[in-house]
């Protein structure tokens, strides 16, 4: 069962990621190359409209991911693993009550905790794969399972704190898509 999670978590990364660089690639070409607002390529419309939805759906599936690798597989869970969770469990409170506006506290707060969430996932997934122990080891900050363990590596590079940064850089994506959608409505 703990392979076929992970292999269907690992797949939706690789999906994420892709979700990423593509929206990315229109952000940028829509801005900088085109000088257009990107509310004038109709593939984009469907996702603004539908971004908030789209963020909860990611940060559900984090939380509950995160939750079957402690709670069903039995990694504990490093420090730099908790701070992950700090900031990405509160989201589905933040983005969930906030499905059908766009508040500015809520775009902000989701913006703060992906980003923050995102910075300590790409450093934790640096530490797995230079294998040192960081500016601070865990040892340091307590009683802790080693931040550079890898429990899982799927596909040859993907690892839990990956997961949870392609989780967060989705998150951003969605939020700063949500902030044109009211521009967007027929």
């Given at each position: 069962m703990i392979d076929i999670v992970t292999t269907l978590l690992a797949a939706l990364t690789v999906l994420g990621q892709g979700i990423v660089l593509v929206s990315l690639g229109i952000v940028l070409y829509a801005r900088f190359l085109a000088k257009k607002s990107i509310t004038k390529f109709p593939m984009t419309i469907y996702i603004m409209l539908n971004s908030r939805k789209f963020a909860f759906g990611v940060a559900v599936i984090a939380v509950v991911g995160s939750l079957f690798y402690s709670e069903i597989a039995g990694y504990e869970p490093c420090k730099l693993c908790w701070i992950q969770r700090i900031f990405m469990y509160p989201l589905i409170y933040v983005i969930g009550g906030n499905l059908s506006g766009n508040d500015r506290h809520t775009v902000r707060t989701s913006y703060i905790a992906s980003l923050l969430g995102a910075l300590v996932a790409g450093y934790h997934?640096?530490?797995?794969?230079?294998?040192?122990?960081?500016?601070?080891?865990?040892?340091?900050?307590?009683?802790?399972?080693?931040?550079?363990?890898?429990?899982?590596?799927?596909?040859?590079?993907?690892?839990?704190p990956l997961m949870a940064f392609t989780a967060f850089c989705l998150i951003l994506l969605f939020t700063y898509l949500s902030t044109f959608s009211h521009t967007s409505k027929p």
């Amino acid at each position: 069962m703990i392979d076929i999670v992970t292999t269907l978590l690992a797949a939706l990364t690789v999906l994420g990621q892709g979700i990423v660089l593509v929206s990315l690639g229109i952000v940028l070409y829509a801005r900088f190359l085109a000088k257009k607002s990107i509310t004038k390529f109709p593939m984009t419309i469907y996702i603004m409209l539908n971004s908030r939805k789209f963020a909860f759906g990611v940060a559900v599936i984090a939380v509950v991911g995160s939750l079957f690798y402690s709670e069903i597989a039995g990694y504990e869970p490093c420090k730099l693993c908790w701070i992950q969770r700090i900031f990405m469990y509160p989201l589905i409170y933040v983005i969930g009550g906030n499905l059908s506006g766009n508040d500015r506290h809520t775009v902000r707060t989701s913006y703060i905790a992906s980003l923050l969430g995102a910075l300590v996932a790409g450093y934790h997934y640096y530490l797995q794969r230079t294998q040192t122990h960081g500016i601070i080891p865990c040892s340091v900050m307590g009683y802790s399972v080693s931040c550079s363990e890898v429990f899982r590596m799927t596909f040859g590079y993907i690892t839990i704190p990956l997961m949870a940064f392609t989780a967060f850089c989705l998150i951003l994506l969605f939020t700063y898509l949500s902030t044109f959608s009211h521009t967007s409505k027929p």
